[in-house]
């Protein structure tokens, strides 16, 4: 019999539920196998803000959340042979893998060895002039723009080279998100560049894994028309995986949620734009003959993937300084809510115009048609809201100046004492903000690197 591997999954996005592991962590400490515990917490923007943090302190730059996610399970992964892979090394991983080793030391877990992959930073390698030169190929206009980071995305390897080094915690960057399930399972089943079909089967597994609870109900959940129960134990990913590439999907036991074949299926074409070539740096991915079948409770196995040779190019993420924004909200409630907002809204954009505002300043109603862009009254839903009830107003505008957008903010608080009557709430914030847009770069402009950082 094939030896399976067992990859659980701890967090979905930075930010997510901080507890989670507990119960995946305690399902694989039972389990008879090669065991794996991954923390996917990196968006573009949260890259960025990490590159931010790490100009201010060349210590920082890793995610926030280390700390929160591994205290909790470092020394029952550690104590029970759990291997942990993520990606909160973000814009720095060897500053990340020297806090897990001094945060091991405040835990009292011996022995435990680190690794780090580099690589992926752009600025290191080329200069800005030369990221820019690269086409764009979605996102907004990087032209003219500071530059905060420029990472590409790597792929399965680097990772099954850390692991190789016998380390029991592997810190990346910016991977794709399935590279941090593809990477264990090419480390274990040693599976090359050539086995097309088994690498794509490795990437459905950490597709459906990537984003935590997706896959085992939450996001799914609709009541009345997708039920789940127990939403707030709900049990995050378990995937066990054999050398053959058979792939079965569960969940940490005694815990909440649901997966079958609709969770399954749901998550499996979250982010996909073309099924039949899901470009990765290991294997482009062919889902056109995949099956989704339900094998007993809580357990679906997916079969079929099928793969083709990987694109010549990596895709890198470009974010730059993109000004500040403004944004104040404000809350009207009772007998006629729903005029008393809507004159406020129509107050707030008067008044930005007279004042000499020209960035575009966008004014929603929300609760009732914010997502659909309160500014363009051509998408507005069909549909009539109570006059009595409710509703929040918030204005918001981007600009290259701080103070502009602070103006804006401004005029929401004005409302107070200056708009329709009984407004509350007020809340005003003014951030700096990040832009992003994807470019496509030749493989050898990354060059990936592993240091091992051992307990001093």
């Not at 030391?105 to 990221?131: M, N, P, W």
């Not at 028309?225 to 053959?244: C, M, N, T, Y």
């Not at 020209?358 to 997502?371: F, H, P």
């Not at 004492?417 to 009984?422: I, K, L, N």
Request: aromatic fraction near 4%; include cysteine.
């Amino acid at each position: 019999m094939s030896r399976k591997v067992f990859i659980g999954c701890g967090a979905g996005f930075s930010g997510d539920r901080i507890d989670a592991a507990v119960p995946v962590v305690r399902t694989l400490s039972r389990l008879d196998g090669e065991r794996f515990l991954i923390y996917e917490v990196l968006a573009e923007r949260t890259l960025a803000i990490a590159q931010k943090l790490r100009r201010d302190d060349p210590d920082k730059g890793y995610s926030p959340f280390l700390d929160a996610y591994l205290s909790r399970v470092l020394a029952d992964c550690h104590a029970h042979g759990i291997r942990i892979v993520t990606n909160m090394g973000a814009a720095n991983p060897l500053g990340a893998a020297k806090r897990v080793q001094a945060l091991a030391a405040e835990l009292g877990v011996r022995g435990l060895r680190v690794a780090a992959v580099t690589g992926d930073d752009l600025l290191a390698t080329l200069s800005e002039a030369e990221i820019l030169a690269h086409p764009r190929i979605e996102g907004l206009d990087p032209e003219v723009r500071k530059l905060v980071a420029a990472n590409a995305y790597m792929g399965a390897r680097p990772i099954a080279e850390a692991l190789a080094t016998g380390a029991h915690v592997v810190l990346v960057g910016r991977t794709t998100d399935a590279a941090l399930s593809l990477g264990p399972l090419v480390h274990v089943h040693g599976w090359g560049e050539n086995d097309l079909d088994l690498l794509a089967q490795g990437t459905v597994c950490g597709h459906l894994l990537e984003c935590g609870a997706q896959v085992t109900g939450a996001y799914f959940a609709d009541p009345g028309f997708k039920d789940v129960d127990d939403l707030a134990h709900v049990g995050f990913p378990i995937a066990e995986v054999d050398a053959h590439g058979e792939l079965l999907i569960t969940k940490a036991a005694d815990t909440g949620g649901l997966v079958d074949r609709a969770t399954v299926i749901e998550q499996l074409l979250y982010e996909v734009h073309d099924p039949r070539n899901y470009l990765t740096p290991d294997v482009t991915l062919d889902l056109g003959e995949v099956t989704v079948d339900q094998v007993g409770l809580n357990r679906v196995q997916v079969s079929g993937a099928r793969g083709k040779e990987p694109p010549a190019t990596l895709k890198a993420t470009v974010c730059f300084d993109a000004g500040w924004l403004g944004e104040g909200e404000i809350t009207y409630s009772g007998p006629n809510a729903l005029a008393r907002a809507r004159l406020a809204a129509s107050v707030v954009r008067t008044r930005c115009t007279e004042i000499g505002i020209t960035e575009r300043v966008r004014v929603d109603v929300l609760g009732t048609q914010a997502v659909f862009d309160g500014d363009a009254p051509q998408r507005r839903p069909t549909v009539e809201f109570p006059a009595d009830g409710e509703y929040r107003v918030r204005a918001a505008a981007r600009s290259a100046h701080r103070h502009i957008a602070q103006q804006v903010a401004d005029e929401v608080l004005s409302l107070y004492c200056s708009g329709p009557a009984a407004g509350a709430g007020v809340r005003q914030n003014v951030t700096a903000q990040i832009g992003t847009a994807s470019i496509l770069v030749d493989r050898a402009h990354v060059t990936p690197g592993i240091t091992v950082v051992d307990a001093s």
